[in-house]
Structures are given as C-alpha cells and as structure tokens.
C-alpha cells in the first residue's frame, strides 16, 4: 500500500527522472576520466618502450654484444611485468643477441610500433599467447633492434580501470535510486499524514486545523494556506447558518404574538370559529417548534453545553426513555427488548441524551407496525459504549442513509404519512457529535438499526 | 394577585400585563432594573416575573438582593437564553422558575399560578386530597371513594404533581420537568398517553370527571362541582 504510494508518487517519479539524469551526467565524466587516465597511461607505456629503446641502441652500438647481453640482464631482475625483452637481429632475421626467441610474427601498426603474441613460459602456465607491444628501428648498420614490453599489465589496468568507473556508475544510480525511494517515502509519509488529517476535518469538526508545527518548510506553507482555507470555508457556513439562525430566532417572536393574537380573537368567536382559530393555532405551535428545534440544534452545535457534562449512567437514561414511551409502544402491541448493561458511566448531558435516545425511540415507534419489535441495547466495548435502537419498520433506503441526518430531510416514503418536521435525527446527530461520539445507521432487514458509540 | 413584571421589551411587557389583568390580577409594571429593584424592595407582590437581561441592573442582581434582603417573594425569571446553564444560574441566584422566551401566554399563566401556591403550601402535607381523591404521601396510597388504586411509580408522582396543583392549568412542559425531570422537546403527545393512562384508572366508572384537558394550554387536575 504505502509502497504503491511510494511508486506513483509524483516526487518519485521526479526522482527517477533525476536519477537517469544523473546517471547519464556521471557516464560522460566517467567516459571522460577514462580515456584521459588511460591516455596517459599508455603514452607513458610508449614513451618508456621508445627510451629503452633509444637506450639499448646506444648501448648495442657503442658497447656491442657482451655490453648489450650485461644489460639485458640488469634489466631482467626488474618485475617480471614491467620487464622490457629485447632482441637484435642482423638484416637476415638471424639473433643476434637478445632475451627473445626468434623474430616474432607482428603486426605493424607504423612508425615502427608493432604487436605480437609469444608464449612466455617463464610466466607459468597459462601464459601462453602473451600480448607483447613493441618498437622496433634498423641500425645504420643493417641490424634491427626490438624492444618489447608485456601489454596484459596495461590491458589488466585499463580494466580495472574502466571496471571501477562501472562500477561507481552503478553505485551510483542504486543510491540515487534508494535515497529517491526514501525521500519520495517521506514525503509520501508526510502529505498522507495531511491528507488524513484533511479527511478528518471533512468528515468531522470543520472547526479542527492541520497541526502546523509538525510541518516543516513548504509543507508548512501548504498547511497554513490549507487551514486559512478552511477558517474561510468556516465563516462562510457559519455566515450561512447565521441567517438561517437568526430568521427562526428573529421569527419566533413574532409568531408567539400571532398565536397569542389568535388566542385572544378565540375566545370572542362562535364554536364553527374558534374550531378553525384553534387549527390555526395549532399551524402556529407547529412552526414555533420547528423553529425551536432548528435553535436548540444550533445551539448544541455550538459546543457552548460541553460544559455542562456531568458524569452519569446512560443505562439511567435509557431506563427513563422507555418508561416515558412505553404507553405509546403498547397502543401500537410492540414488544421492547431491552438489554442494558449496568455500572456504566459517560460524561454527558443528561438532557441532551434523554433527548437523543428519545426521538430514536419515538422514531422506531412510528414506524414499526403494530405487532412488531423493538430491540434496545445497552453494551460497553472497550472505551466506547454502544446504544443500538433497531426497529422492523420500513427501514431507510441505501441512499437515504446519510442524508437522513440533513435538517428538514425526510424518507420519501414517510412525507405526509408520519408527523415530524425532519428535525429528530438532526438533533440526534449534533448531540452524538456534541459528545464525541458517531452514529451509524445499518439494515436491521426489515427495519431500520441506527447504533451509536459514546465515548466513556 | 398582585404582580411585579420588570422586563424592558415594551411589546412582551404590553402582552404580559395585558394578559395578567384579564386573568385578574393587579400588576406594576417596571422598564429597567433600579426602578423594578425600587418597587421590589418597597412593595409587597405575591409574584414577580423578572427578565434576564435588564438595563441597569441585571435581572439576577435584582433576585440577588432581594434574597440577600429576606424577600422571599417567588420569582419567575424570564429569558432569552435556553441554556441549561442559564437556567442553574438562574435558579441558584433564587428564581423559582425559569421560561425561556417567546414563550405562549398560558405557560406563563401557569407557571406563575404553580409557583404562587408552592409559597402558599410550603408547609408540609402528609394528605392530598381534591374532591373524594385522595392521596396519603406517607403510606403512597391513592384511594378514590374509598377505593384504592395501583399506580406505578411515575404514575404516582404524575398524580402527586397534579394534586398539589390543584385547580391550577399545567402545562406539558411543566410536567416533563418535575415529574420526569428533563427538559427536552418530545416529538410526540407522549404526554397524553400518560395522562390518558392516569385518567383511566381514577376518573373511569366515575360520574365526577377530574383529570381535564385544557385545550391549548395543557391539564387541571380539579373538583368540577367546587367551583
């Protein structure tokens, strides 16, 4: 997972386009290196081969054959690799002193350089077919002079050579690649720590940021640009709410005196009228709950009653929840099943949770049929508590799962059917949320489970 | 009855007083908080309706001194702010009862009514009784015509509420908050399934109806052949 990521990262990509670069940029100077260092080397060889030459000439031509045969033996106790051969052959070919055989068969390659192969048996076994370089040059006085040098310790040099450079390209681009791999890694590592964080904010408080100082340099930068992002992103949807806020705040007012209006109009009229005023009024009551419940919920989202948690016993709650509903579930036969576990304890307002539970509750008892089941449970796990109402109504749509939780939302299937405002399950999410907690609705196939988890 | 309102908001002062004089009572009424404080300190009142949020002296200040000063008039404290917050503060600084504005004119009616007689029959009572009902506090038994009910528990704290209430209206939300004690908005009439209930069980077989619905407001509990 994290290798994939790691592969298709765009910086390491950027990385394996580097590294090519690189290794491309390496190539050339090591090409370079070589053929200067091996230049020089063989311009040294040359040069040598030219000097003994030059020398043993002097030598043969001044001195004669002992002179000659003396320093060629001088010359033989030198390493065996750099050692030099020299022959002198008179205009037939014939030896005429020397540490070589015969003339050798050579190819020419000009200006008196030449090549050839000779088994050296004092090289031991496996030396046969040396490569020899060698000059040679004609005497005034008819002789050839020939002086050869061992090319394997210059062809072995030059490989080794060409060899180490391979070599350190390879290195090279294996620790180019790895450090790109690493670095690639870390900032995968870091942008999916931000990412995380960004998807929390979405799913969760959009009032959380990214943490900024566990950034450092640009991804600080794209952090703190991140999180100005979201504080606009904030303040225009708390714009939005606001107007809405403010038009129930500032509608209920008026409302309350229509109603008190018509209450008093009622009391004046004949029983047809004061039937019709009493509907009206009743329109009236309905609106100013509605209104009501979009303020409570405002207000729960606000945060502002944190702090008035206290420590109590959701098993408590529960217990009063189903009291107060039981009549109703019996008019409609419906058989509750409960299983609470006791001792438990959350921090928490009493209210707001005797709420929450209470339009669960009086929701599955709008939509079980009669006969039907409810199952309420009560069951800690590890940190969390979970409360599950499941009902064998008609569930909710896959669709409709979550937006279920949207203010004014309501199942197709239930519009005009039950009474509500599309409000319960609202106010049920801001006070979970309130709580820290989440809900989750699941298929209860029939009927509808909604399980919430609370924090202990 | 003699009532002190002090609550600035002119058009809520007009309706309240308004209201208040037709359901006959006497009230004076004050537009900020050094002249209610006046008029509380120097009048006698059987209620006062206090705002929150009061030009110069804030409406708990005002309950505050007057608590400090041994008036123990009962007071209800009107609000813009529903918080739960507000409303221990409000209680602890010495209101009797907290209502959260806009409010409708007959939850206020009977919560001033509720905290006027709970001043009146602070004294304790071991027996309850409203026409031939009757209940005895200490054994927990409710017996109508000599006749003994099983009630459950919160049945009976329903009933007990409602007694010592007696002729009075009380509202829906006046019940959820002393008789199951939470406040919170119920989607349902699930109210009225408990009242039903109660009224099955000691109204039924009888020729006396006691248990009444009063429509838009909420249920008396009351003798109909007293008045």
Same mark, same amino acid.
């Given at each position: 997972?994290?290798?994939?990521? +790691? ?15 690189? *290794? ?109 370089? @060698? ?71 959009? *009032? ?14 794209? @952090? ?82 944190? *702090? ?24 409609? *036969? ?123 | ?82 918080? +739960? ?24 009616? @009977? ?33 109508? @015509? ?82």
């Amino acid at each position: 997972m994290i290798v994939n990521k +790691v592969f298709s990262s765009y910086t390491f990509r950027f990385l394996s386009f580097y590294v090519t670069g690189l *290794s491309v940029a390496v190539m050339v100077i090591l090409v370079v290196v070589y053929l200067t260092m091996s230049r020089g080397y063989f311009n040294e060889v040359h040069d040598s081969i030219t000097h003994q030459l030059d020398t043993f000439s002097d030598v043969y031509q001044q001195h004669g054959i002992d002179a000659s045969r003396a320093y060629i033996d001088k010359q033989m106790e030198t390493l065996k690799l750099n050692r030099y051969y020299y022959l002198v052959v008179d205009e037939e070919y014939k030896k005429i002193v020397g540490n070589l055989g015969d003339w050798p068969k050579f190819t020419d390659y000009g200006g008196g350089w030449l090549s050839f192969e000779l088994d050296l048996l004092e090289l031991g076994a496996g030396a046969e077919n040396n490569d020899f370089v @060698a000059r040679s040059l004609q005497l005034p006085s008819g002789e050839y002079v020939l002086v050869a040098r061992l090319y394997e310790d210059v062809i072995v040099s030059a490989q080794l050579v060409s060899g180490a450079l391979l070599r350190s390209m390879l290195v090279t681009i294996v620790l180019g690649t790895i450090g790109g791999a690493i670095i690639a890694g870390l900032s995968v590592k870091r942008i999916d720590v931000m990412n995380k964080s960004i998807q929390q904010i979405m799913v969760g408080d959009l *009032s959380e940021r990214i943490n900024v100082s566990d950034q450092q340099g640009d991804f600080r930068e794209l @952090a703190y640009n991140i999180n100005h992002m979201l504080d606009r992103i904030q303040s225009l949807m708390n714009g939005v709410k606001q107007v809405s806020d403010n038009v129930a705040h500032d509608l209920r007012t008026p409302l309350t005196r229509l109603k008190n209006h018509l209450a008093d109009l009622q009391q004046d009229l004949g029983a047809e009228s004061q039937e019709q005023v009493r509907h009206l009024i009743e329109e009236a009551d309905g609106l100013l709950a509605t209104f009501n419940a979009l303020l409570r919920i405002a207000q729960i989202e606000s945060g502002s009653r944190r *702090s008035g948690f206290s420590q109590l016993d959701p098993r408590v709650i529960l217990l009063d929840v189903v009291e107060l509903y039981e009549p109703l579930a019996d008019d409609k *036969s419906l058989r509750l099943n409960m299983d609470f576990q006791a001792g438990l304890e959350i921090a928490g307002d009493r209210d707001l949770l005797f709420q929450a539970f209470a339009n669960l509750l009086d929701n599955a008892i709008k939509y079980t049929p009669a006969k039907g089941e409810i199952e309420l449970r009560l069951v800690a796990m590890g940190k969390m508590i979970h409360v599950t109402v499941a009902d064998s109504g008609p569930g909710v749509p896959q669709a409709d799962k979550k937006r279920v939780f949207r203010r004014f939302f309501r199942v197709d299937a239930s519009r005009g059917v039950e009474v509500g405002n599309g409000l319960g399950l609202s106010m049920v999410m801001a006070v979970i949320k309130l709580h820290g907690g989440a809900i989750l609705l699941t298929d209860n196939s029939p009927g509808l489970k909604v399980e919430i988890e609370l924090p202990v | 009855m003699r009532i002190l309102l002090i609550e600035d908001d002119q058009s809520v002062a007009d309706y309240i007083v308004k209201g208040l004089k037709q359901s006959g009572f006497t009230v004076d009424h004050a537009d900020n908080g050094k002249q209610g404080l006046f008029l509380a300190t120097s009048e006698k009142y059987d209620v006062m309706v206090i705002d929150r949020m009061l030009p110069h002296v804030d409406g708990l200040t005002i309950i505050q001194t007057l608590r400090a000063a041994e008036n123990k008039t009962p007071v209800l404290i009107l609000s813009a702010l529903g918080e +739960v917050n507000d409303r221990v503060k409000g209680l602890k600084a010495g209101g009797d009862d907290y209502l959260v504005k806009p409010f409708a004119f007959a939850e206020l009616l @009977a919560r001033i009514e509720a905290i006027h007689r709970r001043q009146e029959s602070s004294t304790t009572q071991t027996r309850l009784k409203v026409a031939d009902l009757q209940m005895d506090l200490l054994a927990h038994k409710v017996t109508r @015509a000599g006749e003994s009910f099983n009630l459950q528990p919160r049945e009976y704290k329903l009933l007990e509420y409602l007694m010592k209430h007696a002729g009075q209206v009380v509202t829906r939300t006046m019940l959820l908050e002393h008789v199951w004690e939470y406040h919170f908005d119920p989607q349902t009439n699930v109210i009225d399934v408990h009242i039903s209930r109660l009224r099955q069980k000691i109204d039924k077989g009888f020729d006396r109806q006691l248990l009444a619905t009063v429509r838009g407001a909420g249920y008396m509990l009351h003798d109909p052949d007293a008045e």
